[in-house]
Structures are given as structure tokens and as C-alpha cells.
């Protein structure tokens, strides 16, 4: 059975960085992608990037493109959330997840999720 297991997550300041890791264990190879989700109080699950988990072709939501960044490290199966200029608004509990599907954005479309890590941004 594949697990994931979410790390990193704490306080950081308005316009700082962090880093929160996603470890599979289990046959994570059978995946066609690792996703990253967030979700804030009161809202529902977004999308925030995933990576193809052979060819390592990245794909972001619009909306943190150029601030956040997903990489991988194979030999250690896991992937990484670079989180950069970070906001209040990017409080939330933070996801990754893993699918064969290629419909990246859609948080249905994954089977398999971690325990979520919390990250807040304070002002």
C-alpha cells in the first residue's frame, strides 16, 4: 500500500520562504503524478501544482506560478513544494497527493493522499 507523508510545514512571516516535502513509500511508481493541494478554513481544495512523476514535467495553477516550485528527488521518493513570497493568503493546510490520471487539477482525480502539513503566513 503507498503512503504519503507530508513535512515541513510552520510559521513563516509575510514574504518569506519555506520548503514542505511529500515522502512516498510503498510503489509509487505506478503513479502517473504527484499533486499538491491546499485548503484554507471555510474553503474548498485548490490545485497548486503537480509534477509527472517519470518525466518530471511540472504544471502550476496560474495563480502561484513563478513564486511557488515542485521538484523531485527520486532516489528518496519525494517531491518538494518550494514556497516562495509567501502571503497570508497562502495560509492553509497544504496536500499532496498521487494519481493516474491526467487530469492534474482536479482533487477527485487522486486516490491516494497524505495527512496534510499546515502552513501559516502571518502578517
Known amino acids: 500500500q503507498v503512503q504519503l507523508v507530508e513535512s515541513g510545514g510552520g510559521l513563516v512571516q509575510a514574504g518569506g520562504s519555506l520548503r514542505v516535502s511529500c515522502a512516498a513509500s510503498?510503489?509509487?511508481?505506478?503513479?502517473?503524478?504527484i499533486g499538491w493541494f491546499r485548503q484554507a478554513p471555510g474553503k474548498e481544495r485548490e490545485f497548486v501544482g503537480a509534477?509527472?512523476?517519470?518525466?518530471?514535467?511540472?504544471y502550476y495553477t496560474p495563480s502561484i506560478k513563478g513564486r511557488f516550485t515542485i521538484s523531485r528527488e527520486s532516489a528518496k521518493n519525494t517531491v518538494f513544494l518550494q514556497m516562495t513570497r509567501l502571503s497570508p493568503e497562502d495560509t492553509a493546510v497544504y496536500y499532496c497527493?498521487?494519481?493516474?490520471?491526467?487530469?492534474?487539477?482536479?482533487?477527485?482525480?487522486?486516490?491516494?493522499w497524505g495527512q496534510g502539513t499546515q502552513v501559516t503566513v502571518s502578517s
Open positions: 497527493a498521487g494519481t493516474r490520471s491526467l487530469n492534474w487539477a482536479s482533487p477527485t482525480d487522486y486516490n491516494s
Open positions: 510503498g510503489r509509487p511508481f505506478s503513479w502517473l503524478a
Open positions: 509534477i509527472h512523476w517519470s518525466t518530471s514535467t511540472l
